[in-house]
Every structure is written in structure tokens, then in C-alpha cells.
């Protein structure tokens, strides 16, 4: 289990924005943000495949499917539909605009706002939008349109959230001890790890049996 911890303020514009948090797909908050907003969650969390013997072999796509997913995002905004909107324009200039703000999310005490803000915001059409509007965009931790951030991780978690902040694509051509982009490429040493536990496990079981007889006789 994973603990979420999220902090948040809104912009009023007619009415309170709904703020929207989901993980590995099941709703966990869907509520109306008035003002500030600090919330604490626990998130049952899908199994490591490196810590399942069912999984140790299996495919990337069996791999993806254990990805847990957290996705925050905000829904109800109104942009002409009825002939409501909920942002004000005085002089060609916006002064007020329903909107929430990501102050801090953290996942077990790590800060992973950057790694939300990492990826797009995706933006759910919502009647009264222009057809040409754009579907995703980098935003800064803003919620200004219906639509959310999202991010996936693994467990273990201090792993997966080290790797997305700090993992480097390998570079090969770079000298040995030299080359920073090594760091938490340990793909190699886990498949030889993978082979010694596999080494390990079948001479237990041959003792097993060779026990199991000594037992018998």
C-alpha cells in the first residue's frame, strides 16, 4: 500500500471547480474544491512483477498491465454551453476563471509533481470548446480545463520514483567510469540475479526430495 498525499487551492468562477482522482481506474475522490483542500489517501497497489514468482517471465505487456496509474484532474467547467461561461473577460483580459492549482502531491513522502507535470495535461472536450483546440499541452501544475495529469509507477515505489526522476537513457560511446548515465541501469546484474535465485530454487527442490526420502526410508 502506497500513501497519497495531495495539497490544492481553487479559483471561484461562478461556482467551485470538481477535483477528480482516480487510480489504476477506480475513482477515489470526486468532489467540489472549495477554497483549499488537503487530502490523504491509501492506494492499494498492483504487485511488482519482480516480486511475483507467477510473473517472473512474463511479457512487456503483462509488465504494462502492472503499472499502477494516478491520475488527478478536474471536470464541470462550463465554456458556452447554455451560454455559460465559467471565465470572465473584462477589456480582453481575464480576471477571473474557475481553476485549481496543484500546491504538492507526494506518493510515500517523495514529491512527485514534477513527474506529473512531466507528461501532458490531457483535455477532455467539453461542449462550447472550439473544434481546433488543443487536446494536450505542457501545463505547470494549473487545472484550467476539464481534463487531468497523470503518472504510473511500480513497486517497489522508491525504485520506480528514482528511475523516473533521475534515470538517464544509457549513452555507450562514453568511457566506463566516466559515463554518469550508468546510474540505475541495472538491467544486466537483475538478469543474473533473476538466474541465481532460479539456481537456487531447484537445488532446494532436489534437497527437498532428497529430504523428503531420508524422511521416508
Not at 19 to 35: Q, V, Y
Not at 157 to 181: A, C, H
Request: contains cysteine; glycine residues 6%; hydrophobic residues 35%.
Amino acid at each position: 500500500m502506497t500513501q497519497l498525499h495531495l495539497e490544492a487551492h481553487a479559483d471561484f468562477c461562478n461556482k467551485w471547480p470538481t477535483l477528480m482522482i482516480t487510480h489504476n481506474g477506480k475513482i477515489i475522490h470526486n468532489d467540489t474544491l472549495e477554497d483549499k483542500i488537503i487530502l490523504d489517501y491509501t492506494l492499494q497497489d498492483r504487485q511488482s512483477w519482480e516480486q511475483s514468482d507467477m510473473l517472473r517471465d512474463c511479457d512487456v505487456a503483462n509488465a504494462n498491465e502492472i503499472r499502477n496509474n494516478l491520475l488527478v484532474g478536474m471536470k464541470g467547467k462550463r465554456f458556452g454551453a447554455n451560454n455559460v461561461w465559467d471565465t470572465v473577460m473584462d477589456g480582453g483580459k481575464m480576471v477571473k476563471d474557475l481553476e485549481i492549482h496543484l500546491d504538492k502531491v507526494t506518493l510515500d513522502d517523495v514529491d512527485i509533481l514534477d513527474l506529473l507535470l512531466d507528461d501532458n495535461y490531457y483535455v477532455e472536450f467539453t461542449e462550447g470548446m472550439q473544434d481546433y483546440h488543443k487536446t494536450n499541452f505542457k501545463g505547470n501544475g494549473e487545472l484550467a480545463f476539464n481534463g487531468y495529469y497523470q503518472m504510473n509507477y511500480q513497486i517497489p515505489l522508491y525504485e520506480s520514483l528514482t528511475n523516473q526522476k533521475w534515470k538517464k537513457p544509457l549513452e555507450t560511446d562514453r568511457g566506463y567510469f566516466s559515463n554518469d548515465t550508468q546510474v540505475f541501469h541495472y538491467d544486466d546484474e537483475m538478469q543474473e540475479i533473476r538466474e541465481i535465485e532460479e539456481i537456487l530454487k531447484e537445488i532446494d527442490e532436489k534437497f527437498s526430495d532428497i529430504r523428503s526420502k531420508t524422511r521416508n526410508t
